[in-house]
């Protein structure tokens, strides 16, 4: 009876572990072999902040959720001591983070990753992370717009004051 119980328990987390990475926008798989556990808790806090679930389940439990939503391909990486960063709204954020972890902690490996349903490897992890964040996209999207309109209002002024100051020596030649 017993084994029937954990038996049920293990499925239900299967079963979970796979509708988060299912309605994950993004996700990182990392070997944290080695990090002490202050590091730990500052990487956990600012994972959280940011909206990352950030969790250590068995490689086992891991391959049977990447079978039953289709990351069959992360399973190959699931062995060792294996952390999971899941995003369900920033693509970007749980890279950022994470990578920049990994390049201050030798020993913190990012192993494999998965962006809108498609598997990447470690190098695509390190590419997401250095698209600049959402925030930053908007910001320059409206620099862009309004140095635009600017010209646009520089070359309209320019045509203005052009014909102002035609129309200005037309009245006054006029007016000899």
């Known amino acids: ?47 959280r ?35 999971l960063a899941i995003s369900e709204k920033d693509p970007v954020v749980a890279a950022k ?3 920049e ?10 192993k494999a990753g998965f962006v809108e349903g498609e598997v990447i490897t470690p190098a695509g992890v390190k590419e997401l992370a250095e698209i600049p964040g959402f925030e930053t996209l908007i910001a320059r999207l409206m620099g862009s717009l309004q140095s635009s309109l600017y010209n646009l209002a520089y070359v309209l002024q320019a045509i203005v004051d052009k014909n102002g100051e035609g129309a200005q020596a037309g009245a006054a030649a006029a007016a000899e």
């Open 97 to 99: 983070i994470i990578n």
């Open 1 to 47: 009876m017993a084994n029937a119980q954990v038996l049920e328990q293990k499925q239900k987390i299967v079963s979970e572990l796979a509708e988060k990475m299912k309605n994950a926008v993004a996700g990182v798989i990392v070997d944290y072999k080695g990090i002490n556990v202050e590091d730990d808790t500052k990487l956990r806090a600012e994972l």
């Open 49 to 83: 902040k940011a909206g990352v679930e950030y969790s250590v389940v068995k490689n086992t439990l891991t391959a049977r959720a990447c079978d039953e939503i289709g990351y069959g391909k992360l399973k190959e990486v699931l062995t060792g001591m294996t952390a």
């Open 101 to 110: 972890y990994a390049s201050k902690h030798d020993n913190y490996v990012i």
